[in-house]
């Protein structure tokens, strides 16, 4: 086993038992060295992994943000894996649009009416109506469909949709060079985000499912892709 290894195992052990939490810092570099009787360097490896990986947060200097801070943000380093194996051209884009598909429609079958995110939801759709800028447009569009992913309360498709739109975000904003008149595809995304949001609020999930995935498979279909 590689030296870094058995420090990535000591805190993934640390988690599972409780002993360290959320918000917790983990031991000075030096103290986890001779603990674990590896290098400091095996302890900085680890830690650099950490930190992609989303699990800690390196604060340099002093005060209350030094040190390393265990958090959780798992979309982190799903979305940076896709990105880059999208990338090699190892994973279809085709073949995350269809995901995507598959996991916004479940989201939005068991999203909660009574769910707070709906609150942001509404709030983002009235930022949408405000912009036809695609840059903005699309980024107001990523952030209302996670709302919507954590009205159905599962925290892991909520992970694992915000990796799925990271990883596609700079192809979406590509294809809409392919769009016949961007303005009207503005007025009629907003108009299917406003009925996805109403159907879910009237406590339709089957109705919010079929918008769903007619939303989304109707975007790259009039962008041109299959």
Same mark, same amino acid.
């Given at each position: 086993?590689?030296?870094?290894?058995? &420090?990535?195992?000591?805190?993934?052990?640390?988690?599972?038992?409780? !002993?360290?939490?959320?918000?917790?810092?983990?031991?000075?570099? *030096?103290?986890?060295? /001779?603990?674990?009787?590896?290098?400091?360097?095996? &302890? #900085?490896?680890?830690?650099? $992994?950490? /930190?992609?990986?989303?699990?800690?947060?390196?604060? &340099?200097?002093?005060?209350?943000?030094?040190?390393?801070?265990?958090?959780? %943000?798992?979309?982190?380093?799903?979305?940076?894996?896709? =990105?880059?194996?999208?990338?090699?051209?190892?994973?279809? &884009?085709? !073949?995350?649009?269809? @995901?995507?598909?598959?996991?916004?429609?479940?989201?939005?079958?068991?999203? =909660?009416? !009574?769910?707070?995110?709906?609150?942001?939801?509404?709030?983002?759709? %009235?930022?949408?109506?405000? @912009?036809?800028?695609?840059?903005?447009?699309?980024?107001?569009?990523? #952030?209302?469909?996670?709302?919507?992913?954590?009205?159905?309360?599962?925290?892991?498709?909520?992970?694992?949709?915000?990796?799925?739109?990271?990883? $596609?975000?700079?192809?979406?904003?590509?294809?809409?060079? +392919?769009?016949?008149?961007?303005?009207?595809?503005?007025? *009629?995304?907003?108009?299917?985000?406003?009925? $996805?949001?109403?159907?879910?609020? +009237?406590?339709?999930?089957?109705?919010?499912?079929?918008?769903?995935?007619?939303?989304? /498979?109707?975007?790259?279909?009039?962008?041109?892709?299959?």
């Amino acid at each position: 086993m590689r030296t870094h290894q058995v &420090v990535l195992n000591w805190i993934e052990s640390q988690l599972a038992a409780g !002993d360290l939490k959320l918000g917790d810092r983990l031991p000075p570099e *030096r103290t986890l060295a /001779e603990k674990l009787a590896v290098s400091r360097t095996s &302890v #900085r490896e680890a830690i650099r $992994i950490l /930190e992609v990986m989303g699990v800690v947060r390196v604060g &340099v200097g002093s005060g209350p943000d030094a040190g390393t801070v265990a958090i959780a %943000d798992p979309g982190m380093a799903l979305g940076l894996a896709l =990105r880059l194996h999208v990338a090699t051209s190892h994973l279809p &884009v085709g !073949d995350i649009v269809r @995901t995507r598909v598959l996991l916004e429609s479940w989201a939005a079958l068991e999203a =909660r009416p !009574d769910s707070p995110a709906l609150d942001e939801a509404a709030a983002l759709l %009235d930022r949408m109506d405000e @912009t036809s800028a695609v840059a903005q447009f699309l980024e107001l569009d990523v #952030r209302f469909h996670l709302a919507l992913a954590e009205a159905a309360g599962n925290v892991v498709i909520s992970a694992i949709l915000g990796s799925l739109r990271e990883a $596609i975000k700079d192809y979406g904003s590509r294809l809409t060079g +392919n769009l016949p008149d961007w303005e009207a595809t503005v007025q *009629r995304l907003r108009a299917e985000h406003r009925a $996805i949001l109403a159907a879910i609020k +009237n406590d339709d999930g089957s109705l919010a499912s079929q918008l769903v995935t007619a939303h989304v /498979e109707g975007f790259y279909t009039e962008a041109g892709v299959a």
